[in-house]
């Protein structure tokens, strides 16, 4: 099983990205999907949550501003990304959380510049 991650890229300050990270080959049983962020020199960190059933978790940081969804039929989950703020800048890892593991995806970059 791979996460592949796309929709990064260099947005203004009060910009928008929309990130998606699909799995490919088989994989079942997905209890959470959830992005990560980790800007450089800093930890990794939860930006979003959202269960099986939908309930969604947001750092404080980023409430009312980004928006996790998920497609259980495609495997995929989604970041939509408002009002991007330079503090936003990281590189974005998706992850997967089965009953039996957790999968990573690749990561991709988000730079907000002016």
């Known amino acids: 099983v791979q996460l592949q991650a796309s929709g990064g890229g260099l947005v203004h300050p009060g910009g928008s990205l929309r990130l998606s990270c699909a799995a490919s080959?088989?994989?079942?049983?997905?209890?959470?999907m959830a992005w990560y962020r980790q800007a450089p020199g800093k930890q990794r960190d939860l930006v979003a949550v959202?269960?099986?059933?939908?309930?969604?978790n947001y750092r404080d940081s980023v409430k009312g501003r980004f928006t996790i969804s998920r497609d259980n039929a495609e495997n995929t989950v989604y970041l939509q990304m408002n009002a991007l703020k330079p503090e936003d800048t990281a590189v974005y890892y998706c992850?997967?959380?089965?009953?039996?593991?957790?999968?990573w995806g690749q990561g991709t970059q988000v730079t907000v510049s002016s």
């Open positions: 080959g088989s994989i079942f049983s997905i209890v959470n």
């Open positions: 992850q997967f959380t089965t009953i039996w593991r957790s999968y």
């Open positions: 959202i269960t099986s059933g939908g309930t969604t």
